[in-house]
């Protein structure tokens, strides 16, 4: 089967820093265009660990998978992003997204109007990445007379992509009006896309372009093994935890109610190692096979294909399995 022209790595924390350094050094050799650095729980800040990969490498791209729009100031978030791109011009990537509760609660940020908020961060970050002078005064955003104070450096406008990371609908439709594109979530299926799309269209004809506009890479978590059921089983807890977290997501998937009631009445929230391992023994490999691309080489690299038929432009390959650079391998463009 033909590989993807494009495909990129997730880094998550499950590696030391300096092994993902070295995945992603390797993924560069193997053709791979972009790694993606997760923050979304509050173990491993995406910033440094990108610095680290930008630092290392010559091409790749390097992107935040995502950050949250509300526990750093959006002129921060615009230097911050400034300074990653004086390391690695024109090869940084912005994702960010509205993050989620109960985290955000627990850390005392109430995450009311979303999509306000998401709209001024990202309109008041752009301009600041274009080295405009901003004065906004919004419902969450308020600089007065604020520039990127570049002393040194390079003073002209930065070529930082700005990309949404939207689950619901009417965040989809946000991205496709204000976001250089979407990273689509992982853990749904191809049928969940569909629906996507109409939103993501609905939003860039507000803003007077075409879906074709708006860049669609998606997160897929990839558990790949030439032993199909060693495969699967990496991949099962995940999903469960999944299943219990997000249940309106795996239901618009195609998962059926009754396996999410089945997992509703073991599960509680947050759940223990034990109920987690009883609710697995509920999860059967359709549904595994469904939100993700595991089983064997073959099987992984058809379910990818499924995504991008479905419109996702590049995946962001997730691995569970121990071996990343055998994935890396297993869908490395250059083996075309």
């Not at 790595?9 to 993606?36: C, S, T």
């Not at 985290?103 to 940020?109: E, M, S, T």
């Not at 104070?149 to 070529?159: E, S």
């Not at 990839?222 to 249940?247: F, H, I, W």
Request: include cysteine; charged fraction near 25%.
């Amino acid at each position: 089967m033909k590989m993807p022209d494009r495909v990129a790595l997730y880094l998550q924390d499950a590696h030391p820093i300096r092994d993902g350094m070295e995945f992603v050094r390797y993924a560069e050799e193997k053709g791979f265009e972009a790694v993606w650095q997760a923050e979304s729980r509050l173990v491993r800040d995406a910033i440094v660990p990108m610095a680290a990969f930008a630092a290392t490498t010559e091409r790749i791209k390097v992107g935040s998978g995502v950050i949250n729009n509300w526990t750093r100031n959006p002129a921060l978030i615009a230097a911050t992003f400034l300074t990653l791109d004086d390391l690695a011009p024109d090869r940084i990537i912005l994702g960010i997204g509205a993050w989620w509760d109960p985290l955000a609660k627990n850390v005392g940020i109430e995450r009311r109007k979303p999509l306000t908020a998401m709209r001024e961060v990202v309109t008041v970050v752009r301009k600041l990445l274009n080295a405009e002078r901003v004065t906004f005064h919004g419902e969450f955003v308020h600089l007065t007379d604020v520039e990127l104070d570049v002393v040194h450096g390079r003073k002209g406008p930065r070529n930082v992509p700005i990309m949404i990371g939207a689950t619901g609908m009417k965040m989809m439709e946000l991205a496709g009006e204000i976001a250089d594109g979407v990273v689509l979530n992982y853990l749904v299926s191809p049928q969940y896309n569909a629906r996507a799309m109409e939103h993501l269209e609905i939003g860039a004809k507000r803003a007077g372009r075409s879906l074709d506009e708006i860049d669609r890479p998606q997160l897929i978590v990839c558990s790949m093994d030439e032993d199909r059921e060693k495969a699967l089983n990496g991949a099962r807890k995940l999903v469960t935890q999944y299943l219990g977290q997000q249940p309106h997501i795996m239901k618009a998937s195609g998962v059926s109610q009754e396996v999410l009631d089945e997992i509703h009445q073991v599960l509680t929230w947050p759940a223990t190692e034990e109920e987690i391992e009883r609710a697995m023994e509920l999860v059967p490999d359709e549904v595994v096979q469904l939100i993700t691309a595991s089983g064997t080489p073959d099987e992984c690299r058809a379910k990818v294909q499924e995504y991008l038929d479905a419109g996702a432009t590049c995946p962001i390959l997730y691995p569970l399995a121990p071996d990343v650079k055998a994935m890396i391998d297993a869908f490395s463009p250059l083996s075309n």
